[in-house]
């Protein structure tokens, strides 16, 4: 082998030396946005070490009634399907280590016979050219690999949303199911009590009538919210990954209700900034920038070989020298490479600007929810049911006092049974509210 040949290959390795795999494979960063946006510790478990440790923790966490902020950290232990979406920044760096190494040499070799007489030819070239490409792609792959970490921390933060959501549903389910089941054996005891007035005379059959109608209906109501707590903490379980729904404990009540709404004049602003897929946006409309670029540099010669080359032919003596091959653009001059690539960019461009207009209304929609999930959340706390306590209280002493009857009090616990359990509703939307706009800020829906 020459001196040319040698400079070639030493470059070669060189250049194919610099790409390397990092220790954590980009999940660094991913981890970084989970600390900063969640205040939890994301894992990626890649080996059945921390598959192991994971399952620890999982079990300390399932050991007492599940928080919110608990189920979340579960769901970033256990969930199979985030786990599986964290392998794309393997697969992303892995695009990145191949683009920043020169292709394989092309060794070539003839030998031919006629009688005693024989040829022998061979060899070896580079391609020269993807000297100048493998820079060029390797930044292309870098910033889709920068894109891969923030399209994987958003599916994370999408995730722990879905799964503060789920906790919200299942656990104002489980307190509508309490109450239900209460309101269930106070009108069976009022349409019984309706019903023995009536046979003695002391009750009309319609006012008979109204109380078992209310109670029947009111067991239609605790058939269905009993299901819906089973589809809602079902939809829990599944997001924290448990194969064994026995081992999941919540508690019986959501939060109280914050004394005020956080004001936030600048939620557009924060939510252009901080939103993930606006960033993955944007890298991605970089990394088809400069792939244009690339398409551009390599629209008319594509491969550009050179190395050296030996040929031995009996009887004449052995020679030496060099090949160069290259594609000659008779046919394809790459318009159609660059055409494609133009439109593709500007394609990406557009999608950006889409992505920010409907982040922006995102945002603003979210914020509106919050604000009035929470006056009705409070309306109800601060107006509706102390009102009906009120209320409810008088009657009891008007019936002490034998100024009304018990079926005026029956009628008056019926109308409470339905204000409180809107306050339940409206308490648990207040909570998905906040947990959407959270949502709408940081990750995107």
Known sequence: MNK??????????????CATFS??????????????????KATWQRTAAEVASAQAKASELLARPLGAEDAVQLALLNNRGLQATYAELGIAEANLVQASRLPNPHLAYLRARAGEDYTVE???????????????????EARRFEQTKLSVAGDMLRVAADTRKA???????????????????????????????????NAARLEQAREQIFHAETVAELARVRHAEVAAREQLIRLVGLADAAVLTLPQRLPELPQA????????????????????????????????GLTRATRF?????????????????????????????????????VAKAETLYMQAVHRAADAAVKARSEVREAYSSYRSAYGLARHYRDEI??????????????YNGMLIGVLEL????????????????????????????????????
Do not use: C, H
Request: a negative charge; charged letters at 25%.
């Open 4 to 17: 040319a040949s040698l400079a070639m290959a030493g470059w070669a390795f060189v250049l194919a030396g």
């Open 23 to 40: 220790e954590d494979g980009g999940f660094a960063r991913v981890e970084e946005i989970g600390q900063a946006r969640l205040g939890q």
């Open 122 to 140: 061979s060899s070896l070239t580079f391609n020269l050219f993807a000297l100048v490409t493998v820079p060029l792609a390797r930044e292309v």
């Open 167 to 201: 906790w919200i549903q299942a656990v104002a389910a489980r307190e509508a199911v309490t109450y239900m089941e209460q309101a269930v054996l106070a009108t069976e005891t009022a349409a019984e009590l309706a019903a023995r007035m009536a046979r003695v005379g």
């Open 261 to 292: 709404a956080e004001e936030r004049s600048d939620v557009e602003g924060v939510a252009l900034r901080e939103r993930l897929d606006l960033q993955a946006v944007r890298l991605e409309t970089e990394a088809l920038a400069k792939n244009l």
């Open 301 to 337: 010669i594509d491969v550009l070989e050179f190395g050296p080359a030996r040929i031995t032919e009996t009887p004449e003596p052995r020679k030496k020298g060099y090949e160069i091959s290259f594609e000659l653009p008779l046919f394809d001059w790459g318009g159609a490479k």
């Open 385 to 398: 049911v102390p009102l009906r306590k009120k209320i409810s209280d008088e009657n009891l002493l008007r």
């Open 410 to 445: 029956i009628a008056d616990a019926r109308e409470q049974v339905a204000s409180v359990a809107a306050s339940i509703d409206a308490l648990r939307d207040f909570w998905l509210a906040e947990a959407e706009l959270q949502q709408a800020v940081t990750a995107g829906r």
